[in-house]
Nanobody, 121 residues
Framework: QVQLVESGGGLVQPGGSLRLSCAAS????????MAWYRQAPGNQRELVAS???????TVVDSVKGRFTISRDNAKNTAYLQMNSLKPEDTAVYYC???????????????WGQGTLVNVAS
């Protein structure tokens, strides 16, 4: 069994910063891609950023220049540094690992439980 546990969400004022963490644990042979999604009330879940095992990253245009995704392979942990936060960034943020190798030639997708980020005065 593999689990993703997010932390670091909370209430922050516009212009502020938060750092989300996502720690993977369990029977992991190799953790490949990791990603952060978010879902605001009434909206569909959307991809925010992703990071490959080799460190290559992508971020969506709406957060480019403000959000940075990174990872520590030794700790099986991904991070999302969020700066210059705006009210429209308010959402539940979910960690995703789409291709966790749990045994030779067997991969599974795992989601975290989500952490709320609320950007308000």
């Amino acid at each position: 069994q593999v689990q993703l546990v997010e932390s670091g969400g909370g209430l922050v004022q516009p212009g502020g910063s938060l750092r989300l963490s996502c720690a993977a644990s369990g029977s992991i042979l190799q953790l490949n891609n990791m990603a952060w999604y978010r879902q605001a009330p009434g909206n569909q879940r959307e991809l925010v950023a992703s990071v490959r095992r080799d460190g290559f990253t992508t971020v969506v245009d709406s957060v480019k220049g403000r959000f940075t995704i990174s990872r520590d392979n030794a700790k099986n942990t991904a991070y999302l540094q969020m700066n210059s936060l705006k009210p429209e960034d308010t959402a539940v943020y979910y960690c995703n690992a789409p291709d966790v190798e749990i045994s030779r030639s067997r991969w599974i997708q795992v989601w975290g439980q989500g952490t709320l980020v609320n950007v308000a005065s």
